[in-house]
Nanobody, 127 residues
Framework: QVQLVESGGGLVQAGGSLRLSCVVSGRTFSKDAMGWFRQAPGKEREFVATISANGENTYYADSVKGRFTISRDNRKNTVYLQMNSLKPEDTAVYYC????????????????????WGQGAQVTVSS
């Protein structure tokens, strides 16, 4: 059974930082590209960041570039999202997702291409 479990969400003031973690089980984690997406109330789910299976390539949404960093530890089956300089508009439920990797260096930004999803972690940024 495949499970993705996010943690690390919470309430933070604008300008603060949070680090989200997502632990994956039931899959060969090192073969999967991983992504982070978010959904704010009343809005569609949007892409945030992605990292290739081999960890060599990353890609970010323009709205978070320079503030957020995605990383992974294949020994721990965990992907991280370090979020700095948070803004109120970053408030959302954040989801991690796994994409079966056919090529180890590819990154993926389209949510419909991901195969497995976590339950989400709430991030609230107060002004």
């Amino acid at each position: 059974q495949v499970q993705l479990v996010e943690s690390g969400g919470g309430l933070v003031q604008a300008g603060g930082s949070l680090r989200l973690s997502c632990v994956v089980s039931g899959r060969t984690f090192s073969k999967d590209a991983m992504g982070w997406f978010r959904q704010a109330p009343g809005k569609e789910r949007e892409f945030v960041a992605t990292i290739s299976a081999n960890g060599e390539n990353t890609y970010y949404a323009d709205s978070v570039k320079g503030r957020f960093t995605i990383s992974r530890d294949n020994r721990k089956n965990t992907v991280y999202l370090q979020m700095n300089s948070l803004k109120p508009e970053d408030t959302a439920v954040y989801y991690c997702a796994a994409k079966l990797g056919l090529t180890p260096g590819t990154v993926w930004s389209r949510s419909e291409l991901y195969n497995y999803w976590g339950q989400g972690a709430q991030v609230t940024v107060s002004s």
